[in-house]
């Protein structure tokens, strides 16, 4: 199946990196036990800003599209720099940074499945790919700071959120509803996972809890 982009302005597409950077930034500085430099912490931000698309662009094969216009590296970096610098300001607006992260995640997943659907992706691998969009910003920052990756361990259902949305993009677009529409239900539905997820504590089952369940004998 091919489709067209869902397109949004550069404008608000360099706002979620923004956010991304921020929320990096913040949280590298907030490590006091790995003495993190201000240049490393700079690099977390830019790496959670600008994660999700770099793996996107590499996995269907295209330009990153930090690398193709001389705006992402620059919104980034000074995104990262602010997040470190008014790490204290950033943490009494937590409620307006969470609620913006959900909407982000949502617009990331959403450009994530379209453009790799647009490429001549398979539906299933475009979902896919758009949820590594959607989460692999957070990815990079844990694996670079040698951190457990927090997509894998019991938490506010950051992945599932993306999942549900980019599946659900995929299935209106199989049946012909046109991409825009498809586009902001996805980044709706993902935004409203995510926020109740956060509200009331939803996560998946741990591991431990599944292998406590009783063992049926044979007979």
């Not at 970096?77 to 950033?90: C, E, H, K, P, Y």
């Not at 937590?94 to 909407?103: F, Y």
């Not at 089952?205 to 406590?212: C, D, F, I, N, V």
Request: aromatic letters at 6%; glycine letters at 10%.
């Amino acid at each position: 199946m091919s489709t067209a982009l869902f397109v949004i302005p550069l404008w608000l597409d360099l706002t979620a990196v923004a956010i991304g950077a921020i929320q990096g930034a913040m949280f590298a500085a907030r490590m006091k036990d790995r003495r993190i430099d201000l240049l490393g912490v700079a690099i977390i931000g830019v790496a959670v800003g600008l994660g999700g698309g770099l793996l996107r662009d590499v996995l269907i094969n295209q330009l990153p599209a930090a690398l193709a216009s001389n705006w992402y590296l620059p919104v980034a970096t000074a995104s990262a720099l602010i997040g470190m610098a008014l790490v204290r300001v950033f943490d009494k607006l937590n409620p307006l940074i969470i609620g913006l992260d959900a909407v982000t995640i949502g617009l990331f997943g959403a450009i994530g499945v379209t453009k790799a659907l647009a490429y001549g992706v398979p539906e299933v691998p475009a979902a896919f790919v758009g949820v590594l969009s959607a989460v692999g910003g957070s990815i990079l920052r844990d694996m670079m700071l040698n951190l457990p990756i927090a997509v894998m361990h019991v938490g506010s259902l950051y992945a599932v959120a993306a999942g549900v949305g980019c599946t659900l993009l995929v299935i209106l677009a199989s049946v012909g509803v046109q991409i825009t529409i498809a586009g902001i239900v996805c980044v709706g539905v993902t935004t409203i996972i995510r926020l109740l997820a956060v509200r009331f504590g939803w996560s998946l089952p741990e591991q431990r809890a599944l292998a406590s369940w009783p063992r049926w004998r044979r007979s």
